[in-house]
């Protein structure tokens, strides 16, 4: 009988996957027998946290340097990891960025920014994967939302867009292909203790907790958990669905 949760003989990618919760997604996935890509913004930061996973883990771990808001360089990818594994069978969508700020003070620049890297990136590398994952007849892809997209963030309007974004998006796209055996889901975290948050003000970390019934903040471990399920073959009637991982914060 395979194990419960096992991700043996499945090739994933995972976009921002060198830092903070991608990090943590190639991890798990790789104890679970999963080959993996390391997708980030440069080949130094992929490479150190995908030689370092694979020999943690035993598993194939590789690293590609992509630009997500860039559907050439999407493409490639995708191209990359079909030509090193034979297949891509676990896309997450989880490179994003924040450029926070009062809507008065945000710039074109710092909205289109966030909404090119957040909403169109995932956009990018699904449709750069989603024909094999139908030739296949397999796929699991989950995109990285935000509870900021489920219930708005002041300070966070191009964010919260994004991420609201790409809820309506993961649930068209479940609609689309859910014929052919490939399930699209989102996570939306909460406040999670990464680089990403690290530099918040300390009055906004004090709100974030005390709003937060589970009275702490996620590690990234706790959205790993969630992923490992939602791309698993236990996961196979779930789809078009938004988890919240979130300690309550958001209900
Ligand atoms: N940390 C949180 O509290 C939190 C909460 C909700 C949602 N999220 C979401 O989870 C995801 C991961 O967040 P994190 O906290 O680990 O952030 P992080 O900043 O620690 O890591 C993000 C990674 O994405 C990469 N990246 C940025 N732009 C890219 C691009 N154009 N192409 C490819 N890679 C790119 C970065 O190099 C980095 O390695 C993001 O989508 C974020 O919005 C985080």
Known sequence: ??????????????????????????ELLAQRGASVMVAD??????????????????????????????????KAM????????????????NAGITRDNLIMRISEADWDAVLDINLKGAFNCSQAVIRSMMKQHYGRIVNLSSVSGVSGQAGQTNYSSSKAG?????????????SRNITVNAVAPGFIETRLTVNLPQEIKDISLKLTPMGRFGKPEDI????AYLVSEEASFVTGVTLQVDGGMVM
């Open 1 to 26: 009988m395979t194990e419960f949760l096992s991700l043996q003989n499945r090739v994933a990618v995972v976009t921002g996957g060198a830092q903070g919760i991608g990090r943590a997604i190639v």
């Open 41 to 74: 913004l440069t080949a130094e930061k992929a490479e150190g946290a995908a030689q370092e996973i694979a020999a943690q883990t035993g598993c194939k771990v590789v690293a590609h340097s992509v630009n997500v808001a860039d559907s050439a360089s999407a």
């Open 78 to 93: 995708i191209d990359s990891a079909v030509e090193q594994f034979g297949k891509v069978d676990i896309l997450v969508n």
């Open 166 to 178: 790409l809820i309506g998006f993961t649930k068209a796209l479940a609609k689309e292909v859910g």
């Open 224 to 227: 790993a958990y969630a992923v």
